[in-house]
């Protein structure tokens, strides 16, 4: 079936470095993606959303690129910090009304 | 002022018992979510429900059973646990024809069946 994936299980970065997150997506016919941030003992929290008429989109010191092309996105997190640590998940609205389908997240270790 | 809030946050229950988790959000969205993850992290919809009508019904084992008595609140009750129920279970809202996919999640539920 349908999925959403990542390349890359653990992420270990420097504080201060820039993180990049990758995930890859199956579904040609996806138009809405989305980037969630879940520490430890927590639910997952949104950090940002894309939409597929879109290839960039900024945040707070986050950003997340989408390439249609090859089925790809990213989130790039500038100047890590401790508190950044978490697993993170792409995601994607799929089959309509809101429902959301995870890939298999990316534990992001910072190195103080 | 928590969002969303769950009880219990730990469950510890014998294969073959009955229990419920319950879900409550003050945010005023209309829309309320369970989600099961896994002990890999795996997170996966179950329900969803909009104004107290189920929207969205993965495949899951009839034991399970959501219930919202009104927009603030969805129960999962969970008959006969197997051991294969245990994982931390999510439940999240969102405000409908809001912002696709921004649900705001609630602490989780960690089941453990012996």
């Known amino acids: 079936g349908e999925s959403v994936g990542l390349h890359l299980p653990t992420l270990s970065v420097q504080e201060g470095d820039n993180s990049i997150i990758n995930c890859a997506y199956s579904n040609s016919a996806s138009d809405y993606f989305i980037w969630y941030k879940q520490e430890s003992g927590k639910g997952p929290q949104f950090i940002i959303d894309i939409r597929s008429n879109m290839d960039k989109r900024q945040g707070q010191r986050v950003t997340v690129l989408l390439n249609k092309t090859v089925k790809h996105l990213s989130l790039q997190i500038a100047a890590t910090q401790p508190g950044d640590s978490a697993v993170y998940f792409c995601a994607e609205n799929s089959g309509g009304y809101q429902k959301v389908t995870f890939g298999t997240g990316t534990k992001l270790q910072v190195i103080p | 002022d928590t969002a969303v809030s769950q009880t219990p946050k730990y469950l510890v229950t014998q294969m073959g018992n009955d229990k419920s988790i319950k879900c409550e959000q003050n945010l005023g969205h209309d829309t309320m979510y369970w989600y099961k993850q896994d002990s890999k992290k795996f997170l996966k919809i179950m329900f969803s429900y909009n104004n107290k009508e189920l929207i969205i019904n993965e495949t899951v084992p009839n034991r399970f059973s959501p219930k919202s008595p009104d927009k603030a609140h969805l129960n999962l009750h969970i008959n006969s646990l197997e051991l294969g129920d245990s994982a931390v279970y999510f439940c999240?809202?969102?405000?409908?024809?809001?912002?696709?996919?921004?649900?705001?999640f609630g602490p989780g539920t960690r089941l453990t069946v012996t």
């Open positions: 999240a809202s969102s405000r409908a024809g809001g912002t696709l996919g921004e649900q705001y």
